[in-house]
């Protein structure tokens, strides 16, 4: 048998792709062929480890050692990112996942439940908007038609993303064959902040025990397009003036809200010209919070700036909230035999969405992460250390270990 692959080793084996030029980093959106590579990829690693592939109505991977479900312990992340991401949000676990395997067969180990590795798809929503995209329509929290009637950038819908990738925009949606095979889900993902580093000893590796509530909400000012430079100021409806409004009021809400999170990451003028006053802007406001109804009370404080500033500048305002998901608790049981296991590794909180987030909801679920040195994430500079990966694959190994080695 061959030593088992690290993870440092797999990932630097799709290191080229999808790296973006302009913004540094990756770019790797759900049904883009870059995504494709990245899926061809995992196929065949699984393949090389013996593991029997395929690909749900969704779009999503899995990789079955031994026969599928029922009960089955399921583990993997994804593999897209934001636009110009890191290295190892998302592919840290799927590669973790992998090399995990490895070290269990080195182990001897059989798997007395079936064991299977996924990859989610669009977990970012960096293409069509809505995040975790692959495991909201498995579990049916996201409604089919709304998810086919869904645009990238450049205006294609996900109906026919997904059917120029080969897949049939008909079968979209809740998945319960699939789901009712997963007896549980651990995802190891890198650690989007900086808690585990600011520990004592900083230890490696830790588990979730929640992810706060988060939305998106998509704001559509309209005023008048006019010349920059011949239109007096009484002559103007500037629709940037709401949106500037609404980015201050976004920094303003947090304000005694210590935990709660207000951005606005990504803002599009219409037309977008340097002597233009915009006929329109959009832009997109991430909201997150201990509680849905706190998010929902920031979301509420900066409309209604927005609104303000509309009105005194004459523009017309409309919000759509794209997603949400209320706050996630992970489940206690599996949380704590977890830490246990682990020889007592620290239980931390995190703000960040994930697709184990939508999974909890219907299957108990866990989350491993991997200490982040500096904290950075959806950044090109987003680390983890060569030493703290293999310690997380092992860490999943162990858990692997345990949860399919005995009976649920
Ligand atoms: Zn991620």
Same mark, same amino acid.
């Given at each position: 048998m061959t030593a088992p692959a690290t993870v440092t080793g797999l990932l630097g084996e799709i290191a080229d792709v999808g790296r973006d030029a302009k913004r540094g980093g990756y770019s790797r959106h759900g049904f883009s062929p870059v995504e494709s590579t990245l899926r061809d990829w995992f196929a065949e690693q699984a393949a090389r480890r013996g593991l029997d592939v395929s690909t749900d109505r969704n779009g999503n991977q899995w990789a079955w050692w031994g026969r599928p479900g029922p009960d089955a312990v399921l583990t !993997?992340?994804?593999?897209? %990112? #934001?636009? &110009? !991401? &890191? =290295?190892f949000d998302g592919p840290l676990g799927v590669a973790s996942a992998l090399a995990a395997v490895d070290r269990l067969r080195a182990g001897g180990f059989s798997p007395r439940r079936p064991l299977a590795l996924v990859v989610f798809t669009e977990e970012e929503g960096g293409r069509f908007g809505v995040p975790c995209l692959g495991s909201r329509l498995m579990s049916g929290s996201l409604d089919a038609d709304a998810a086919r009637r869904l645009t990238d950038r450049d205006g294609v819908t996900l109906a026919s993303a997904v059917a120029a990738a080969g897949l049939d925009p008909a079968h979209l949606g809740e998945d319960a064959e699939a789901l009712a095979g997963v007896g549980c889900f651990v995802e190891l993902h890198v650690e989007q902040g900086r808690l585990l580093d600011r520990l004592p000893g900083t230890p490696p590796v830790a588990v979730a025990s929640s992810i706060l509530a988060h939305g998106r909400w998509r704001f559509t000012v309209t005023g008048t397009g006019n010349h920059a430079g011949t239109t007096e100021v009484a002559d103007r409806r500037d629709p940037m003036l709401p949106a500037a409004a609404a980015v201050l009021a976004a920094r303003r809400a947090l304000g005694g809200r210590a935990e709660a999170r207000a951005t606005v990451g990504r803002l599009e003028p219409t037309p977008g010209g340097t002597n #233009?006053? =915009? %006929? %329109? #802007? /959009?832009?997109? @406001? /991430?909201a997150r919070a201990p509680l849905g109804s706190d998010t929902r009370a920031v979301v509420e404080e900066i409309t209604e700036a927005a609104r303000a500033a509309a009105v005194e500048e004459g523009c017309a305002l409309a919000v759509r909230q794209e997603s949400f998901g209320d706050t996630v608790l992970f489940d206690a049981g599996l949380r704590d035999r977890?830490? =246990?296991?682990?020889g007592g590794v620290p239980v931390l909180p995190t703000g960040a969405g994930h697709d184990a987030g939508i999974l909890a909801a219907r299957v108990p679920t866990a989350m491993l992460f991997v200490r982040n040195p500096t904290g950075i994430s959806h950044a090109p500079a987003e680390h983890a250390e060569p030493a703290d990966c293999e310690t997380g694959a092992q860490a999943l190994a162990t858990v692997l270990? %345990? @949860?399919a080695g005995s009976p649920s």
């Open positions: !993997g992340s994804h593999l897209d %990112s #934001v636009p &110009g !991401g &890191g =290295a #233009v006053i =915009a %006929s %329109s #802007v /959009d832009f997109w @406001l /991430d977890l830490a =246990a296991e682990l270990e %345990s @949860l």
